[in-house]
Nanobody
Framework: QVRLEESGGGLVQPGGSLRLSCAAA????????MGWYRQAPEKSREFIAR???????NYADSVKGRFTISMDNAKNTVYLQVNGLKPEDTATYYC??????????????WGQGTQVTVSS
């Protein structure tokens, strides 16, 4: 069994910053990639960023220049540094990962989400 656990969300003023973390644990053989999505109330889930174990990254246009994704391979943890936050960034942020388990099955996993609220 593989679990993804996010942390780091909270209430922040416009222009502020947060660092979200997501740690993968369990029956992990290798991690192919990890990423972040977000979902605002009454909106569909939106892709934010993804990073591959080799270091390649891609971002949604809406967050380029403000958000930075990074990964600590030794800790099986992905980070999302979010700067210049705007009220429209308010959402639940979800971590996702494509992981090969110890049973050599490549599967996609999701975390439970962490809330980010941007408000003055």
């Amino acid at each position: 069994q593989v679990r993804l656990e996010e942390s780091g969300g909270g209430l922040v003023q416009p222009g502020g910053s947060l660092r979200l973390s997501c740690a993968a644990a369990g029956t992990i053989f290798s991690i192919n990639n990890m990423g972040w999505y977000r979902q605002a109330p009454e909106k569909s889930r939106e892709f934010i960023a993804r990073i591959w174990s080799g270091g390649n990254r891609n971002y949604a246009d809406s967050v380029k220049g403000r958000f930075t994704i990074s990964m600590d391979n030794a800790k099986n943890t992905v980070y999302l540094q979010v700067n210049g936050l705007k009220p429209e960034d308010t959402a639940t942020y979800y971590c996702t990962a494509d992981i090969t388990t110890t049973g050599h099955l490549l599967r996609n996993f999701w975390g439970q989400g962490t809330q980010v609220t941007v408000s003055s």
